[in-house]
């Protein structure tokens, strides 16, 4: 079946937008939903040669809110990929849902077409907080939603939910977490606030009703013991589960496998190409399926970059990353970076367990740092230390697609894959 693949839909519409929300979403926009949905169905069209190459265990219908978008398009979409013929029949189908939005018809709709994963988008369980950062649920629509689920029949649900909120204290987060936990969802992911330029939030950034830094990372170390005594194992930053319960979907990301994706804003990373498509739901559209580009940004990935996505995203899960799967992948010299490690285990941020460096709880509070230490490491001496990543380093450089060569590149694409195989 050769390699595997995951699909990504991106739905950007929703009722309305959230106050913290940097995603590419719309509100107001339905008109366009019909035309959208004939454009990601002729996508997905087009791109069954490059599929054929993989077998596909993953689809995620992210947003926006895919649920907002209705069951029966939904369903249209993942009929489509099936028709290609690479879906496994075991594959994980997951779609993002909300509280207000989640209606058992649609729910019931969906796991009989195959969808065997929910997300639902919590944020809170006070509803004071709820109408600040500008949900349209209460925790009423919560338990209902998560009722209806399971009368759907689906037995693999992920609760999302934010801490470090307005006026956010962690009693508050505890509550929450309490909460959460007795609707016994198989999977939490747990975000800090990350208050973006241009989202209606970013007036809190620096004001005293955010909780400070202290306060944000009191919570972060909080939700790490309290899950874990509760059975929901750490397995990356920000995510938790019950043991055989991981998002597969999401580990692609952070394993560095390959995902395509369909729609507006969407971003795809297949053998060694990486590229994104426009935000931009109109242009999409006519792009698709008329003459012009759709295509944003597009660039090959070089073996140097891949050493640095390595470390970083290996390290972001508590899998960690390993002297000997580095040098197997990329041929690098792991020593620099041990070095760093060593020293983040006195520190008391990191340790090693058989051949494989991790961060613990306090680690990945301060990660960023830490992993931007580690890279800078590893840039003083791989170009000095193998010759093929100086070669790498040489010719590494953006490609800038011309306009209207979207099938040129997806000819020359599936050609390089064929040669590979």
């Not at 995603?23 to 990601?40: E, H, I, N, V």
């Not at 995902?259 to 994104?276: D, I, K, Q, V």
């Not at 520190?347 to 990660?367: H, T």
């Amino acid at each position: 079946m050769g390699n595997s693949l995951g699909i990504y839909f991106h739905i950007p519409f929703c009722a309305s937008k959230c106050g913290y929300c940097d995603f590419y979403s719309l509100t107001g926009c339905d008109r366009l939903m019909p035309k959208y949905q004939d454009a990601l169905l002729e996508h997905v069209r087009e791109s069954f040669p490059a599929m054929k190459l993989y077998s596909i265990d993953t689809v995620y219908f992210g947003g926006g809110t895919p649920s907002y978008y209705g069951a029966e398009r939904l369903c249209e979409l993942l009929n489509e990929v099936k028709s290609s013929g690479r879906l496994l029949k075991d594959a994980e189908i997951t779609v993002e849902v909300n509280p207000d939005s989640a209606h058992p018809k649609g729910l019931a709709r969906l796991r009989k077409e195959g969808v065997n994963r929910i997300s639902l988008g919590v944020q809170s369980a006070n509803n004071d907080i709820l109408k600040i950062i500008g949900r349209r649920h209460n925790w009423i629509q919560v338990q209902n939603a998560m009722r209806n689920a399971r009368e759907a029949g689906f037995d693999n649900i992920s609760i999302d939910l934010i801490y470090g909120l307005p006026s956010q204290t962690k009693s508050d987060w505890a509550e929450t977490l309490a909460r959460a936990l007795e609707l016994r969802p198989e999977h939490l992911s747990c975000y800090a606030l990350t208050l973006e330029k241009g989202t209606p939030m970013y007036k809190y950034k620096g004001s005293p009703f955010l909780p400070n830094d202290d306060e944000q990372a009191d919570m972060y170390l909080y939700t790490v013991d309290y899950l874990e005594h509760y059975g929901y194992k750490q397995y990356e930053i920000s995510n938790f589960a019950i043991s055989g319960f991981e998002s597969q979907h999401n580990l692609r990301y952070w394993r560095l496998k390959d995902y395509l994706g369909f729609g507006a804003g969407a971003h795809s990373s297949m053998g060694g190409t990486r590229f994104s498509y426009v935000k931009d739901a109109d242009a999409y559209i006519c792009g698709v399926l008329g003459e012009s580009a759709i295509v944003e940004e597009y660039e090959q990935i070089t073996p140097l970059e891949r050493t640095s996505e390595y470390i970083m995203l290996g390290m972001r899960t508590t899998k960690g990353i390993s002297a000997s799967e580095y040098y197997e992948l990329y041929r690098g010299d792991f020593a620099p970076i041990e070095k760093v490690l060593i020293e983040f285990e006195e520190k008391g941020w990191a340790y090693k367990v058989e051949d494989r460096w991790r961060f613990n709880s306090s680690g990945f509070l301060l990660s960023n740092l830490l992993i931007n230490a580690l890279l800078e490491a590893q840039a003083g001496t791989r170009v000095a230390i193998n010759p093929w990543m100086q070669k790498a380093f040489d010719s590494e450089e953006k490609i800038e697609l011309p306009l209207g060569d979207d099938e040129k590149f997806t000819e020359a694409y599936t050609k390089k894959r064929q040669n590979l195989v």
